[in-house]
C-alpha cells in the first residue's frame, strides 16, 4: 500500500494548499476519488466547497468540466443535443458538460428534479443515452457535487434515486479563527488556486484506483456492513433505510480508507468511522421522528452503539 500513500499523500498536500484546516474533508474526498464513488458536498453558501472541487480537478491529470445548474436549465444541457448538421444533411450529436472525466455540479439542487434527473444513467452506468444512442464515459469518471441546505431559497430536494446514487456526503463548516485568519492572508494577492499544479497522472490514479480493489476484507467485517444497514432499515425512526447500494459504498470506503492508512486490510474501526458519510445521506427519517428532532445522524450513531462489533460486545438497549 505504499505506493497508494504515495499518490493519496500528494494529491492531499496539493489540496491543502488551497483548502486549510480540512483534512478530515479532504481525506473523505480523496476517498470517494479512489473508490470511483461521486461524492455530495453540502454546506452554507461561502465555505469552500466549489474550491474543494475545483483544488481536486486541477491535481489530477483529468478533463474536468464544471456545471452550473439553475432552475432554467434542461437535461439536454447536461447531457447533449443532437444538432441537424445542413452541410452533410444529417443530425451529429454535441457532447454536453457531463462528458468529461471530473464533473463538478455546481450547485445541483438548485435545478429542478427533471433536469437532476440526467445524472441518473451516467452516475451508475457511466454511460449517457441520447436519442437512441448510448455514448460511454471516459475513466476514471466521478461527479463531485455541491448543494446548499435545502431551507434555503430556490432550492428543490434531490430525488432519493439521484441521493443514492453519491457514495458519500460530506459537510465542510465553518473554519477556525486562525484558519480564517490565514486565508485572509493566504488571498490578500491571489488566490491559491490560480498557482495549483498538476501532481498526479491520469494513468497513476486509475493505476491506484486498482490498487485499491486488492484490499482484504474479513467475512466478519462484511457482517458487520450489513448489519449496520440492517438497523437502519428496521429503526423505529426511519422511514426508508439504507439500500445495498449502501452497503457497497462502505464497503468499498472501508477499502480506501485502509488503503490510505498504509493497511491492505479493512478494520472495523474504519467501517465506523466511514457510516455516516456513506449511509445518512440515504435515509428518509419518519415524519414523526422529525417532530421529535431527530435526523439521519443521530440514527446512524444509534446504529453503531447497538450494532455488535466484530471480537466484541454490544451494549443491551
Keep these: 500500500m505504499q505506493s497508494v500513500q504515495a499518490v493519496a499523500n500528494r494529491i492531499i ?38 474550491m474543494l472541487a475545483r483544488s481536486f480537478s486541477r491535481s489530477i491529470g483529468c478533463e474536468y468540466r464544471r456545471i452550473q445548474f439553475t432552475p432554467d436549465m434542461l ?17 451529429e450529436f454535441r457532447h454536453g458538460p457531463i462528458m468529461a472525466q471530473i464533473v463538478l455540479a455546481d450547485e445541483i439542487n438548485r435545478a429542478t428534479p427533471k433536469t437532476q434527473s440526467a445524472l441518473l444513467e451516467a452516475m451508475e452506468e457511466r454511460q449517457v443515452t441520447v436519442d437512441g444512442q448510448t455514448y460511454e464515459m471516459a475513466r476514471p469518471f466521478l461527479i463531485l457535487a ?27 463548516g465553518y473554519p477556525a479563527k486562525s484558519q480564517e485568519i490565514e486565508i485572509l492572508g493566504k488571498q490578500a494577492q491571489a488566490h491559491p488556486i490560480d498557482s495549483l499544479e498538476q501532481v498526479v497522472s491520469a494513468d497513476e490514479l486509475m493505476a491506484t484506483q486498482a490498487a485499491i480493489r486488492e484490499v482484504y476484507v474479513d467475512d466478519a467485517v462484511k457482517e458487520y456492513i450489513v448489519d449496520l444497514v440492517t438497523v437502519t432499515r428496521d429503526h423505529p425512526d426511519v422511514y426508508l433505510g439504507a439500500s445495498p447500494r449502501g452497503s457497497l459504498a462502505l464497503f468499498r470506503a472501508g477499502r480506501a480508507w485502509a488503503a490510505l492508512a498504509g493497511r ?26 422529525r417532530i421529535k428532532n431527530v435526523d439521519a445522524r443521530q440514527v446512524i450513531e444509534d446504529a453503531l452503539q447497538h450494532t455488535p462489533v466484530p471480537g466484541s460486545r454490544v451494549k443491551t438497549r
Design 75 to 91: 437535461p439536454s444541457d447536461v447531457t447533449g443535443v443532437s444538432v441537424y448538421n445542413q452541410k452533410t444533411q444529417e443530425f
Design 146 to 172: 455541491t448543494q446548499n441546505p435545502i431551507e434555503y431559497e430556490g432550492t428543490f430536494p434531490l430525488p432519493e434515486a439521484q441521493v443514492d446514487r453519491f457514495q458519500m456526503r460530506i459537510r465542510l
Design 264 to 289: 491492505d486490510y479493512v478494520l472495523p474501526d474504519d467501517i465506523k468511522l466511514l457510516a455516516e458519510a456513506t449511509l445518512a445521506h440515504r435515509l428518509i427519517v419518519s415524519p414523526s421522528a
Design 13 to 50: 498536500e496539493n489540496v491543502q494548499k488551497v483548502i486549510l484546516g480540512k483534512d478530515h474533508e479532504v481525506r473523505m474526498t480523496l476517498v470517494a476519488l479512489l473508490c470511483e464513488g461521486h461524492l455530495l458536498i453540502e454546506d452554507v453558501p461561502g465555505v469552500g466547497k466549489t
